[in-house]
């Protein structure tokens, strides 16, 4: 599992602040995602790829941008946080496709004020 | 719909008691059924998994079942233990998306 990593793991932001959550790989799987977790809501998809330079929006891809120059890493931003997007961040990657298991990053825990 | 309906939300059993979780589904382009444990704190993990093809797969004390007329699958867990307690989340998956079902919080009582 430590090849997929995440920072921050904690964050603390303001309201309309960029900020980005990076994700990164070593087992060069080509697809990775974004999830959100929230009481009540599960996991939630914000953003998936299926390789370098092609990105999909998910269930709640509103406020968020991603990319993905390389098959290794794939940030996330919130290019003007709300409140609203306080959240547990989980990124995940699978080698075989979309389904296929995935594997999760330990998450980054954001708090917007 | 794009939704997994998960149930129970919550579910308490006797340590060495059984426990079922069952989640329904409407797209019957979903091939891929993987469950994930997930505990306090931590991320979620993969545990057992079935395809569209198989009705049945066991694995130790787990085993995940598919109905795919009723578009149903359920997850079982024999002779819990107290380390079984965590959030369990189903998930379906058609080739292209990936959507997770609420989670069920088991808590096993020794």
């Known amino acids: 599992d430590a090849g997929i990593t995440q920072s921050p793991r904690y964050k603390i932001t303001e309201t309309g602040r960029q900020v980005t959550l990076m994700c990164h790989q070593t087992?060069?799987?080509?697809?990775m995602f974004w999830y959100r977790q929230d009481l009540g809501h599960g996991l939630r998809l914000i953003y998936y790829s299926a390789a370098a330079d092609i990105t999909d929006k998910g269930e709640v891809p509103d406020g968020y941008v991603v990319s993905r120059s390389k098959t290794e890493n794939f940030p996330l931003t919130l290019e003007s946080a709300t409140r609203s997007q306080t959240s547990v961040y989980f990124c995940a990657s699978s080698g075989a496709g979309a389904n296929y298991g995935y594997t999760f990053g330990s998450g980054t825990r954001l708090t917007v004020v | 719909g794009e939704n997994v309906e998960q149930h129970p939300s919550t579910l308490s059993v006797q340590e060495g008691d059984s426990a079922v979780i069952k989640c329904t589904y409407s797209?019957?382009?979903?091939?891929?059924f993987p469950w994930y444990k997930q505990e306090l704190g931590k991320r979620p993990q993969l545990i057992i998994d079935?395809?569209?093809?198989?009705g049945e797969k066991k694995d130790q004390r787990i085993a995940v079942t598919l109905n795919k007329t009723a578009k149903h699958f359920s997850l079982h867990i024999t002779e819990t233990q107290p380390e079984d307690s965590a959030v369990y989340f189903c998930?379906?998956?058609?080739?292209?998306?990936?959507?997770f079902g609420t989670g069920t919080s088991l808590t096993v009582i020794p």
């Open positions: 079935i395809r569209s093809n198989v």
């Open positions: 998930g379906r998956d058609t080739g292209n998306q990936f959507y």
């Open positions: 797209d019957s382009a979903s091939n891929y």
């Open positions: 087992w060069s799987h080509s697809y």
